[in-house]
């Protein structure tokens, strides 16, 4: 797809002088800052042993990340600090933040894991913070491809949720994990500030306003785009936090190999950037409702089938989960970007907040729910309920292809 080129604002940076080396930065950010959010669940198995981890407190470690991650977003949308401080400022400022918390895991003790859930939380909170802001620094970049540009920022948040997965599966310690996270999170604040300017779609500081949140949630597209997001997280971040689990639990039952489980598990999780980016082009092209719709009812059959899956060979499983990787946030970006273009540009980034908000809210229940389900009745039946988050979705996507389901219609 053609990216349209637009002046540089006066001042531009090099690496900002076109929206593709924008893009690239932004992305490139992104992807850095990332790594902090599976830090800590890519090395599990190993802080299950080093700190005696019960699988409640295992399971804890991930759920102190989103629920930092929720608080964290509820307070930049209630408060409307995503539309009160420059983007690049508040993502640069986030991840030094998350850096330091996620190093504060290397202090942590057998007998202090409470420390270690609290870090994990912080770092949640400071992830709120990079996220919706560096969505808002891509959109201020495009107006036309912005499904696309809104694509690759997503598969680079992809790649990055990933990464600790590779660099366990290579061998690393945890320790070198953990390391290695911060020192990607505090590159990522510098090549936002000093790599790139605001674009020439970056709408202007606005003043606080309790009325803002109002603003926001009585526009009927956004309240579509917003159901679809729900169904969307309600699959995603369970599926990509439990993969490691299913699959060797998979292996085990069936006395077949897939190999390094990190490494597959980075394969899965990191094909989605390929979905991202090739979503958000076809959405730009077709119509964002139909990709996504399409999207969520691949990756909902997905989830439906993997009890068949179970115990299987790896030539059967690994493809599938490798499509399933792919589908399940192919959608993603979408939901986004039609966020910021129901929202009024004023309360962009407040909208952005508060939708990832209540989306990370929900991934709570499933990545609970999920080993709750394989402790009762077995990893083979863990995934199928992930389904219903799709179902839900595809029906809000239908509604808002329907005349007056939207305030603003945009291919």
Not at 144 to 154: S, W
């Amino acid at each position: 797809m053609t990216v349209q080129p637009v002046d540089p604002p006066a001042g531009a940076s090099p690496a900002a002088e076109h929206p593709r080396k924008a893009l690239a930065v932004i992305a490139g950010s992104q992807l850095l800052a990332l790594t902090l959010w599976f830090s800590a669940s890519a090395v599990a198995p190993q802080l299950e042993d080093e700190w005696q981890l019960t699988e409640a407190a295992l399971a804890g470690l991930t759920l102190a990340v989103q629920i930092g991650f929720v608080v964290g977003a509820l307070m930049v949308a209630i408060t409307n600090l995503a539309d009160r401080i420059p983007s690049r400022r508040l993502f640069a400022g986030a991840a030094i933040a998350g850096a330091t918390a996620n190093l504060g895991l290397l202090t942590v003790t057998a007998d202090a894991v409470w420390l270690g859930m609290a870090l994990r939380f912080l770092t949640g909170v400071a992830l709120a913070g990079v996220y919706p802001s560096g969505l808002k620094v891509m959109a201020g970049w495009f107006d036309r491809g912005r499904g696309m540009a809104l694509g690759v920022l997503v598969g680079a948040l992809t790649v990055g949720s990933a990464t600790p997965h590779l660099v366990r599966g290579l061998g690393a310690r945890w320790q070198g994990v953990v390391i290695a996270s911060s020192v990607l999170a505090v590159a990522a604040a510098i090549i936002m500030r000093v790599g790139v300017t605001d674009g020439p779609f970056e709408t202007a500081a606005s003043p606080f306003s309790w009325r803002q949140i109002g603003r926001v949630v009585r526009n009927r597209g956004y309240r579509l785009s917003t159901f679809g997001y729900l169904g969307h997280m309600w699959e995603l971040y369970a599926m990509w936090t439990w993969t490691a689990a299913f699959l060797a639990a998979s292996a085990a039952a069936g006395g077949v190999s897939y190999g390094s489980i990190g490494v597959v598990t980075f394969v899965v999780i990191a094909a989605g950037g390929i979905g991202a980016w090739v979503g958000g082009v076809w959405a730009d092209r077709f119509g964002r409702p139909l990709i996504a719709g399409g999207a969520m009812a691949i990756s909902g059959a997905c989830a439906l089938i993997t009890p068949f899956l179970f115990g299987q060979a790896a030539l059967l499983v690994i493809p599938v989960f490798v499509v399933w990787g792919i589908t399940v946030v192919a959608d993603s970006a979408q939901f986004s970007t039609m966020a910021t273009e129901e929202s009024e540009p004023e309360v962009r980034g407040t909208s952005l907040a508060l939708q990832t908000a209540l989306g990370f809210l929900l991934t709570l229940v499933t990545i609970r729910g999920v080993p709750l389900i394989a402790g009762s009745i077995g990893w083979r039946w863990a995934f199928p309920i992930l389904a219903l988050g799709p179902v839900f979705g595809v029906w809000a996507m239908v509604a808002m292809r329907r005349p007056g389901g939207t305030t603003v219609m945009r291919p």
